[in-house]
C-alpha cells in the first residue's frame, strides 16, 4: 500500500506498515503516556521535520474554515489546516492576498507559520510569520493557549518557525496584502554568467515587489551561473477570482530511473535559458503561474524516482555571497552532479519573528537533486561544509539528513526551541539533528571552536542519523 503520508522529497524510508496518522479532536490534546506525536499539514515540507516515524501525525481537522474576514481590514482567522489556495479564493475578490507565499499553494496556514516560510518579495515583507496577528496554540501540557506578541509572546516567537514542536495551531489570524489584481507585471532579465547577477539583483529588489533568480547550474566556463533575473508587480487590472488553473498534466507513475539528470537535464536546461530573449522581456502573466510553476504538474515530485529528492536551501551573508555562492554550485558540478531546479534570491535585512527562522539578511542558493545514495549524500555534506564556513545556515525543514554540528552551527539558539517544546511532540529531524546523546557530545566539541570544521565532525556518525543515513544509502 503506498505511504500517503509523505514528506515532498519522498526520499525518508516509511517505517514498516507505513505512517500512523489520526485526526486530533478540538480542545483535546492527551497523547497516551510514552506516546510521541507531530502536526501534520499537507506534507510539503521536502525532507523529515514534518514526520515522525516513531509516534503519530496529527492531521488537520477535515473541512477547515474561514472562522472570520474583514474584506475592509484585510484581518482573516481560520483553521490551521486551511490551504494557501483556499485562502487566496476567498480574499481576492475583495482586493487582497498573501503577503507572503511559498512556491505552491497546497500548504496549510498551520505548516506555513510552523517553518515561518518565505517568498520572492522577503525583501518588502520579510516572512509569513511577520503577518501573523496572532494564533490559539494547543498544549499537552497546558492546554489551549492564545499567543500574539503581546500574549504569551514567547510561544508565539518560539512556534514561527518552530517546525510543530511547541503544540498544534488550532487557528491563525493573519494580515492581507492590499493588491490591485493577482495578474503580475513580469520582467525577465536574461544574464550570461553569475556575476551579472550580483551585479543585478540589489537594483531588482529596490524596483520590484518580486524577484527571484533560476539559475543554469550546469553551465561552465564562461557561462557558469547564467540565467534569468525574474521580477514581478501585481499589474493594475487583472484577475480577481484567485482562481488557479488545474494542472497541466500530472506525473501519473514514478520512473524507474529519474530523467532529470545527465544529457536531459542538460537540454532541458539549454532550452530553458534560451525561452528568454537576451536583455529584458516584459509580458503580463497569471498569478498561478508567476508564484507556483510546479503546482502546474501534478505529482512532479515523482520524476526524480523512486529514491526520491533532497532540496538543499542555504543562506550566506551578503559579504561573500559571491565566492560561496560560486563555490557551492562548482561543488554540485564536481561532485557530477546537477540540480534540475536552481534558484537564487536575495533576503533583505527585515527580522523575521520565530526564535528558529531560517531567513536572515544575505543570499539563498536552493538546489534539487535526485537521491543517488551515498554520492548525493557526500555532495551535500560538502554543500554544508562551504555554508557553515562562511557564517551561513542551512534550511531545516527542507532537509532529511544534515548533521547536528550542521544544524548547531546554523543555529546556535536551538536550544531556546527545545526548552518550550511540547513534552509529547517530536519530529524525526528533530531526533536526527538536535537530540540524541552521541549528537550533544560532538556539538559540545564544535561548540569549544566557535565554528564547525565540517570535514572534521561530518564524517562521525551520530544516534539515529547514522541508521537514518545507513537506510539512506540502502535505498
Ligand atoms: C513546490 C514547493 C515550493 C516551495 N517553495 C517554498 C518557498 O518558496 N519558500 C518556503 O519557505 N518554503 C517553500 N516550500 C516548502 C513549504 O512551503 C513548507 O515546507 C511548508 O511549511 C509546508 O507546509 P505544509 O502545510 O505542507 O506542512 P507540513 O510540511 O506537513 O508541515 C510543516 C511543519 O509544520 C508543522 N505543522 C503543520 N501543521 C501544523 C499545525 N497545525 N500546528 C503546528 N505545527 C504544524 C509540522 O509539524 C511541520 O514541522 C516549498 C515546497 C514545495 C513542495
Given at each position: 500500500m503506498p505511504d500517503t503520508l509523505q514528506s515532498w522529497g519522498r526520499c525518508a524510508p516509511a517505517p514498516k506498515g507505513g505512517r500512523k496518522g489520526r485526526a486530533w479532536n478540538a480542545g483535546h490534546f492527551a497523547p497516551a503516556s510514552g506516546e510521541t506525536v507531530l502536526p501534520y499539514g499537507n506534507g510539503r515540507s521536502y525532507g523529515?521535520?514534518?514526520?515522525?516515524?516513531?509516534?503519530?501525525?496529527?492531521?488537520?481537522?477535515?473541512?477547515?474554515?474561514?472562522?472570520?474576514?474583514?474584506?475592509?481590514?484585510?484581518?482573516?482567522?481560520?483553521?490551521?489546516?486551511?490551504?494557501?489556495?483556499?485562502?487566496?479564493?476567498?480574499?481576492?475578490?475583495?482586493?487582497?492576498?498573501?503577503?507572503?507565499?511559498?512556491?505552491?499553494?497546497?500548504?496549510?496556514?498551520?505548516?506555513?507559520?510552523?517553518?515561518?516560510?518565505?517568498?520572492?518579495?522577503?525583501?518588502?515583507?520579510?516572512?509569513?510569520?511577520?503577518?501573523?496577528?496572532?494564533?490559539?496554540?494547543?498544549?499537552?501540557?497546558?492546554?489551549?493557549?492564545?499567543?500574539?506578541?503581546?500574549?504569551?509572546?514567547?510561544?508565539?516567537?518560539?512556534?514561527?518557525?518552530?517546525?510543530?514542536?511547541?503544540?498544534?495551531?488550532?487557528?491563525?489570524?493573519?494580515?492581507?496584502?492590499?493588491?490591485?489584481?493577482?495578474?503580475?507585471?513580469?520582467?525577465?532579465?536574461?544574464?550570461?554568467?553569475?556575476?551579472?547577477?550580483?551585479?543585478?539583483?540589489?537594483?531588482?529588489?529596490?524596483?520590484?515587489?518580486?524577484?527571484?533568480?533560476?539559475?543554469?547550474?550546469?553551465?561552465?566556463?564562461?557561462?557558469?551561473?547564467?540565467?534569468?533575473?525574474?521580477?514581478?508587480?501585481?499589474?493594475?487590472?487583472?484577475?480577481?477570482?484567485?482562481?488557479?488553473?488545474?494542472?497541466?498534466?500530472?506525473?501519473?507513475?514514478?520512473?524507474?530511473?529519474?530523467?532529470?539528470?545527465?544529457?536531459?537535464?542538460?537540454?532541458?536546461?539549454?532550452?530553458?535559458?534560451?525561452?528568454?530573449?537576451?536583455?529584458?522581456?516584459?509580458?503580463?502573466?497569471?498569478?498561478?503561474?508567476?508564484?507556483?510553476?510546479?503546482?502546474?504538474?501534478?505529482g512532479w515530485n515523482r520524476l526524480y524516482g523512486p529514491r526520491g529528492l533532497h532540496q538543499h536551501q542555504s543562506v550566506v551573508p551578503l559579504a561573500g555571497a559571491p565566492e560561496i555562492v560560486a563555490a557551492l554550485m562548482q561543488t554540485a558540478l564536481d561532485h557530477g552532479q546537477g540540480s534540475f531546479l536552481t534558484v537564487l534570491k536575495r533576503f533583505g535585512g527585515m527580522e523575521s519573528p520565530g526564535l528558529l527562522s531560517f531567513p536572515r539578511e544575505g543570499y539563498t542558493l536552493t538546489l534539487d537533486f535526485p537521491h543517488l545514495g551515498d554520492a548525493t549524500l557526500r555532495l551535500l555534506d560538502a554543500l554544508d561544509a562551504l555554508v557553515v564556513r562562511g557564517g551561513g545556515a542551512v534550511n531545516p525543514y527542507k532537509d532529511a539528513r544534515m548533521s547536528p554540528e550542521t544544524f548547531a552551527a546554523s543555529f546556535p539558539g536551538w536550544r531556546g526551541l527545545e526548552a518550550m517544546r511540547d513534552p509529547a511532540i517530536v519530529s524525526d529531524f528533530w531526533r536526527r539533528a538536535a537530540l540524541g546523546p552521541e549528537g550533544s557530545d560532538a556539538r559540545r566539541r564544535s561548540d569549544r571552536k566557535g565554528l564547525v570544521d565540517a570535514r572534521e565532525v561530518l564524517p562521525v556518525p551520530v544516534n539515529g542519523q547514522a541508521e537514518h543515513r545507513a537506510s539512506l544509502s540502502e535505498r
Open positions: 523529515d521535520s514534518c514526520l515522525n516515524d516513531a509516534g503519530w501525525l496529527l492531521l488537520p481537522r477535515p473541512e477547515p474554515r474561514i472562522l472570520r474576514f474583514d474584506a475592509e481590514t484585510g484581518i482573516l482567522s481560520a483553521d490551521a489546516g486551511l490551504r494557501l489556495c483556499d485562502v487566496t479564493r476567498a480574499i481576492a475578490p475583495h482586493g487582497w492576498f498573501l503577503p507572503v507565499t511559498p512556491g505552491t499553494q497546497f500548504v496549510t496556514l498551520g505548516g506555513a507559520l510552523a517553518n515561518d516560510v518565505h517568498g520572492k518579495n522577503h525583501h518588502r515583507r520579510g516572512t509569513f510569520g511577520r503577518w501573523v496577528e496572532g494564533f490559539e496554540l494547543l498544549r499537552s501540557d497546558r492546554g489551549a493557549l492564545a499567543c500574539s506578541r503581546e500574549e504569551n509572546s514567547d510561544l508565539f516567537a518560539a512556534t514561527i518557525g518552530g517546525m510543530g514542536l511547541t503544540g498544534i495551531v488550532t487557528t491563525v489570524t493573519l494580515r492581507l496584502m492590499r493588491v490591485p489584481s493577482l495578474s503580475i507585471e513580469e520582467r525577465t532579465l536574461r544574464f550570461d554568467r553569475l556575476s551579472d547577477y550580483f551585479e543585478l539583483a540589489e537594483a531588482a529588489d529596490e524596483g520590484h515587489e518580486y524577484a527571484v533568480a533560476w539559475i543554469d547550474s550546469l553551465a561552465r566556463g564562461r557561462h557558469f551561473g547564467r540565467g534569468h533575473l525574474i521580477c514581478g508587480d501585481h499589474a493594475q487590472h487583472g484577475d480577481r477570482t484567485g482562481l488557479a488553473r488545474p494542472p497541466r498534466f500530472s506525473v501519473p507513475l514514478t520512473p524507474p530511473v529519474s530523467p532529470l539528470r545527465g544529457i536531459g537535464l542538460r537540454l532541458f536546461n539549454e532550452a530553458y535559458y534560451r525561452k528568454a530573449r537576451p536583455g529584458e522581456t516584459r509580458r503580463t502573466v497569471p498569478f498561478d503561474g508567476f508564484f507556483y510553476p510546479l503546482d502546474r504538474i501534478g
